[in-house]
Structures are given as C-alpha cells and as structure tokens.
C-alpha cells in the first residue's frame, strides 16, 4: 500500500510539472512593460490601473504570472509575450525520384517569432526518396606506383555503372587524375623527365601533370571507358601526391564538373600514398595560399605551380559548402593517414583497396551505404546570440555532439524527425540561417524576429481621469503631458524643467531617491521596506533594518538600529553593540587610559598612527625623537638654534627640562650636533600623551678647537713649493730619458757603419812644395 501511494505521489509531481525548471523573473531598473519583458524570458508585466499603490515603484508590475496573479493581477491585465512559430513553406516529402522536384527535407521555409530568452522547439523530417540521382566522380593517383591498378580501372567500367544502377537509374560517372605540382621537389623539373618522368623501359607514359580533368558526368558508359582507356601512368619525385590540389578544383569547379542540383555527390579518391598539404609549397617557393577558386584552362588546373596546396579545413569547407560526400579508396599502408583524415572533413568513409584495386567497386558500394545510411543535420550561418539544439528521433540515434544531430541506420523511405530548439538570448530582426542534412543540398531556411515590445490594450483617453487629466495611460503606467510630474502626473512643474526637480532628488548626482522612492515634485517619497517598515531621509537612504550584526543579532541585541548604525544601549559599545562599557584593561600604571595616544573601545585600547597595544607606550615606526625634538633641546639649554626667538611657544609647553651634570633617566643617551657645530649629549623620557617629553641636558657641549690659520697658510705654501720641485725633477728626467734615448740611437749607427780603407781622389793633404827655379844642385 505504501509503494503505491509514493507511486502516485511521483505520478501527481510530473503532472504539476514539479520537476520542470521553475519559472524565475530576474529584474532590475524596470521603468516599462517593454523593460520587463526584456529582463528575462519568465517576466510577465500587469497593466492593470489601480495595481500599484502611491509611492510604489511601477516595478512591482514586473513579475512571474504566478506571482502577479497572487497579488491580484487579473489574467487577462497580464502581458506576457509566447514564441510563435509560421511555417510558410511545407512541400510534402517525395516517396521516390520519378517526379523532378524530389523532396526529401521539409519543411523548407520557417518564421520564427521569438521572445528572448525563451526556447521553442519545432520538427523536421527527413526521407530518403529511392533511386535519387547520384554523381560519381573518380578521382585516381595516376603516379607510377599505380600502374597496376590503372590497368585493372580501365576494364571496371561495366561494374562501375552496374552497381550504381543497383542504387539508381539516374547514375552519371566523371573521371579526373592527379600527379602532383611540377616543380622542385616534388617532380623532376629536366626537359625529358617533365615529358617522361617514368622510368625508362616504361614506354607508355605520360608528361608530368598536377590535376587534370579527363571527362565531366555522363550516364554514357562507353564514354566512360574510353576516356580512362586513353589515360597513361605519369611519375613525380616524393611520396605524398597532390591530391588535395584536385579534391579543391573538384569540389568548386562545378560547371566543368558537371555536378546536378538535385543529385547525390561522391568524390571516389583513389591512392596508394599520403598527401601534400598548406605549407608544404614553401619547400617549393610558392608562398601564395590557396584561394579556393576554379582555375581549370583546357582541363588542366592552371595554377598548381604557382598556388600552395588547400588546408583540410579548406577543403572541408568547399566539400561541405557544394554539398560532396568523399570515399577515399586506398592502400592498407596510407588507411590511418586516412582515416584520421576523414574525422576532419564531413561525410567521408575509407576503405581499403587491394594492392591492384580490383576491389574497388565493392568498396565504392559499402561505402556509400555507409554515407547515405547515416543522416546529420547541422546548421549554417548561425546569427550571433541565436542558440540550436537537435534532439534525433529515429529508431538508432546517433551519439549526442554539439551544433549536431545524427541518426544511423537510416533506410530508403524510412522517415525521420529531428526535434530542433531555437532561442534568441538578444533582440533581433530579420535574421535568418539554414539548417540541412550533410551532403544534400535541400535546406530549411529559418528566419527570427523577436517580440521586444509589449503590445498593451491602451485607453484611448488622451488625458484620462487616473493621470489627474494631464496624461495618459500606457501599459497601465501615465505618460504625463508637458509641464507634469509624478506617478499620477499630479505635479505642475513650473519654469522648473522636469530635470531639475529629479536632481533635487539625487545625492551626489547619485540614483535617485538611492532607488528607494519616487521623486515627486522634487522631493523623494519613500517606499515601504521588506518588512513592512519604511524607508526615511531626504533621499530615502535610510533604513533601520541592515545594522551590523554580533552573535546573530542586530546591534548584538544590546543597542537599536537607526540609519544603519547602531545606537547603544547605556553600558554597551562597539560597531554591534557587542562589548560592554569598560576602560579597566585600557588603564596604565600613571592612571591614564591607554598613556593618552589612543582610545579605550570594547575594553581594548585602539592606539592612534604607530604606536602599539596593549597601552599605546611604544611606537617602533614613528620618528627618532633624538633628531625632531633637537632644535628644542638646543633652544631651551643653549639658547640658540632655529627655534631662539620663540622657544617658549614653540617648545616649552611639551618638553620640560633641566640642565645636569651628570644623567639621572634610563632611556638611551642622544647625541646630536647643534647648529654651531657643537655635539648636544641629552636623555628624553615620553610623558602621557604623543607629544610629552621631559628632557635631561648635559651642561657642557663638546666643540671642536677652531683651525688654526698660520699652520694652514704654511702648509699650502710648501706645498705648492713641494708640488714645484717634484714638477721640475719630472721636467728633468723627461728631457734626460730623450737625450738617453737619441744617444743610444747614435752608438748604435755608428756600430752598423762600415768604413772603406781607399784614398779619397777628392783629398790634398796639408804639405805644399816648392821648387826654387834657381837653385842649380847641391855643389
């Protein structure tokens, strides 16, 4: 018996809507109905004339309607705007392709009219109609390495069509190849390499080629094998091939292509190697990016030598944009490059070929039931502020991600639904975004506007009785003509513009009234309190209910509140009235509280700036007083110093002293030099109070003996005759060391001359003789 009672007791709270989200209006700075509604999606305004009272803030309108139907509001006084939604175009779901116009997706166009905040939700359902047109379009590395499995493509022809024709009669085939860019390093750039890159007892062989598109859609299958039957091996240098290049042009060069509107569209991506991709053109010089653009001259992509290879996430965004589902057929070495890149590009499946591809066909096949089974919706062009969810509702929903929805499993003419929820968290209007299944081109396309503005059943009274007859009523609230004021328009303003009267009521150009009363006529009438009591003062900023509290109890219980401070009890004191009146522990041994620097609160002194507990006696940050109270010292023992001439103002009423021989005080001893120079040795003890001291000075002060002048004027002169002499002994070495110097220099010429022991035809000696012509001999 009681198992069944909780049963229907949980029965009852589902009914009631006991586990929904409870509706909450979240408001602040409500002044309309057109605010209200905006505040938050659960907000519902009451227009009803007598609902508020004088005095009262209109935004007591704005509430939930729960609320406001418990304070009396009437059902039909409630405005509060609902989601609605038109769908302005539903064409019904086509059970096959023999009409022209197949539909698959509807509906296809929707209105959405929507509060912010709110959410709605709507369905879309999803058929695949049999025998829906498909285009393939054969995509093959025609590198060297694939010689083989061109061979085996070119006799697949028949088996090709054979199997598309098991999926639908309106099949088309194109095919396309790829190499990779011609230039350094990636194909050998020699004149006969580019036109033979293969090797050379390889006689059919075509020249080097990026991306060439060999034959557009075409439900011809003779046309189909002779073209790929015309079709040569071609070589390049490294590994990775240029198939993102071709996938690009593939994907936007429709009009070359052949692509219909109303088809299915598989790329089939053949290969046995990895791939080039953005920022691999580096290696070659080719820094420009790629554009995303045709560039198809006489069926070959024009640009691959001078544009970098596409990004994945490019190239995912064109797949995706022309609506192109991808397989990528290829070798079991390259399946988990492949596979990792399938997870970043929309509808795409890997398959593995055989190392001659005479699997292909098989795999092709799998492949796409694999794609057409499995049904995503997702969105494009979402507006900014709008927020999608998809709930699948099918017979195998896929796993839940984000911005999507996914059911697998789907059959041919088997209808599904998606249950997608819209909400608008701003206003907006006008804004539209799609919404359609991954890799068909079919969309809905939904448009939002949003309800922002109340549309209140208004008297048509210009100036009605409930404004004083000088206003009238919008949404329940009176709009006041020119020249009144106030709630009811009941004040005439004057030469006093309405400005002017709500600054009256404004604290240091603060909110008005502190956003707790209404300005009327320039003075601010206060509203009522939570509690039912009142707020007070000129600006309505008092209130007797948010004191400080102690122990949980306003003002401690021991005081009353009034104007948020708290006013004690006789005996009682602090902030919250917490501590009873008492100076016992604040008292000091000379009988004074807290030695005079501070005061005595909840038994505890409270020191002024610097000085400590518990008896404000030492004060480890303020200045020495050895240094501020030296001008006094000096003026007061020595009559002199800055302060001689107002010494007794200036010093004698907070420093009393005497002059002794010898200290009698404890303290430290300071000593400071006066102004004449002389050093002042004196002891000071702090009194009650900052600024008290009592001061002990020795009678003598130590001065220096004055310089004596002879002894300096004979100094500096011998000095400078000391400072003379060492520069002429400096003088006389320097011209000693030269003349050292060149006669060193001398001596040694001298040593390396060589003399010649030759007589000199040039030189006549001294001696001269003379013969006498007379002389006739000697006898």
Known sequence: MDQSVLLLFLLLMLRNGLCQQEEVCSKSLISSCDDCIKSGPYCAWCQALNFTKAGEQEAVRCDTKAILRRKGCQ?????????????????????????????????????????????????????????????????????????????????????????????????????GAFVDKTVLPYTNTNKEKLLKPCDEDYQQCQAAFGYRHVLSMTPNEADFKNKVGEQFISGNLDSPEGSLDAMMQAAVCGDKIGWRDNSTRLIVLTTDDGFHMAGDGKLAGILEPNDERCHMENNLYAKSSEMDYPSVGQLATELEKNNIQTIFAVTQNVEPV?????????????????????????????????????????????????????????????????????????????????????????????????????????????????????????????????????????????????????????????DKDEHSLRASCQRDNGTECEGRGDCVCGQCVCHNTDSGSNYYGAFCECDDEHCEKFQNQQCGGNGKCRCGKCKCNDGFEGSACQCKSSDESCRTTNNSVCNDRGTCKCNRCECKGGYQRPHCLECPGCPDPCQTKLNCIECLGFDSGLLKKNCSIACSKNISHVMVEKFTFSPKECRQKDSEGCWILFKLVQLVGVENYKAEIMKQRECPEPPSVIAIIAGSVAAVALIGILLLMLIKLLIYMKDLKEFKKFENEKKKSKWAEADNPLFQTATTTVANPTFTGGE
């Open 75 to 175: 059902e039909t006084e409630i405005i509060s705007p609902e989601n609605k939604p038109e769908i302005t175009k539903n064409d019904s779901l086509s059970a096959s392709s023999e009409n022209k116009e197949v539909v698959q997706m509807s509906p296809q166009k929707i209105n959405l009219q929507l509060r912010p905040g709110l959410p709605i939700s709507f369905n879309v359902s999803f058929k695949r109609a049999e025998g829906y047109p498909v285009d393939l379009y054969y995509l093959m590395d025609l590198s060297y390495s694939m010689k083989d499995d061109l061979n085996n493509v070119k006799n697949l022809a028949n088996d090709l069509f054979t199997a598309l024709k098991k999926i639908t009669k309106y099949a088309r085939i194109g095919f």
């Open 338 to 494: 492949y596979k990792e890149l399938s997870k970043m590009i929309p509808k795409s499946e890997v398959g593995v070929l055989s190392s001659d591809s005479k699997n292909v066909v098989q795999l092709i096949e799998g492949a796409y039931n694999a794609l057409s089974s499995k049904v995503t919706m997702t969105h494009d062009g979402l507006p900014e502020n709008v927020r999608i969810a998809y709930k699948p509702i099918c017979s195998y929903p896929g796993q839940q991600r984000e911005n999507q929805g996914v059911c697998d499993q789907v059959h041919v003419g088997e209808e599904i639904k998606f249950e997608i929820t819209v909400t608008a968290d701003t206003c907006m209007e006008n804004k539209s975004f799609t919404i359609s299944p991954q890799g068909i081109k079919e969309t809905l396309t939904v448009t939002i506007n949003t309800k922002c503005q109340c549309q209140c059943e208004d008297h048509k009274d210009i100036s009605h009785p409930h404004c004083s007859n000088s206003g009238s009523i919008n949404c329940g609230i009176c709009r006041c003509h020119e020249g009144h004021v106030g709630q009811f328009c009941n004040c005439k303003i004057g």
